[in-house]
């Protein structure tokens, strides 16, 4: 099992600095993960929300300022950061799970991680569509495909379909385990029998995957420290 940091370490630093995204490394974590957007001059920056509410306050969109402009906004001195700044700070040889918010972000994101970082390199994203596209264009990469309640409504034939050909990896909420358990649990096993990886989303507690640790090859957590 391979632990990775939620947006790096948001326990002790903001998300998605520089500063939290190399926190879990300097703890012996395998990897993190990171979200991806674009900026209004298409640069990548690394950033959850669409707003910059939660980053400092203010309620500007990401999408609507250059990079210049995004600069000016920080937190505790800190800015967000570009996906090549951060590659080219990240350890060589650990794990990133790169998620791809836009799809604008999509395949710009790809060629930036295959330029700049030696190491394993997840992709994955809520937007379905765009890993369908990305994995048949580039064939060999890692991507993985993220549910949460918006994917309630599909069926478990319709859920394991999109993981046919060219899929590395399915990226669940752990919550899952305590709102619909059985059904999580048997897809989980499916996907296993399909040699899929399988990656938790947002596990806080060892007790959390306790009755599936066996079947979870990644875990993302907020504090790396609880699993290491």
């Not at 250059?66 to 505790?76: F, G, M, N, Q």
């Not at 080219?88 to 994101?109: D, H, M, V």
């Not at 890993?131 to 409504?153: A, P």
Request: charged fraction near 30%.
């Amino acid at each position: 099992m391979k632990i990775l940091g939620h947006r790096g370490m948001p326990v002790l630093y903001k998300e998605n600095t520089l500063q939290s995204l190399l926190a879990p490394f300097s703890f012996g974590a395998d990897g993190i993960e990171t979200d991806v957007r674009l900026t209004k001059d298409g640069v990548t920056v690394l950033i959850h929300d669409e707003t910059l509410s939660n980053f400092c306050g203010t309620d500007v969109r990401v999408s609507d300022l250059t990079l210049a402009e995004l600069r000016e906004y920080k937190s505790d001195g800190e800015t967000v950061p570009t996906l090549e700044e951060f590659l080219k700070f990240a350890p060589r040889n650990r794990c990133l799970n790169i998620e791809i918010k836009e799809y604008e972000a999509g395949e710009l994101s790809v060629l930036i991680c295959r330029k700049f970082y030696e190491g394993e390199i997840i992709f994955s994203s809520f937007n379905h569509h765009l890993i369908n596209e990305l994995k048949e264009r580039y064939n060999g990469l890692k991507f993985g495909y993220l549910f949460d309640e918006q994917h309630i409504s599909m069926s478990d034939e319709e859920i394991l379909a999109l993981f046919d050909k060219n899929t590395y990896s399915a990226h669940l909420p752990v919550v899952g385990l305590l709102y619909f358990p059985e059904r999580l649990v048997n897809i989980i096993k499916e996907l296993k029998k399909r040699e899929i990886k399988i990656v938790l989303w947002t596990v806080n507690s060892k007790n959390d995957i306790a009755r599936i640790s066996e079947y979870v090859d990644y875990v993302i957590t907020d504090d790396v420290r609880i699993f290491l």
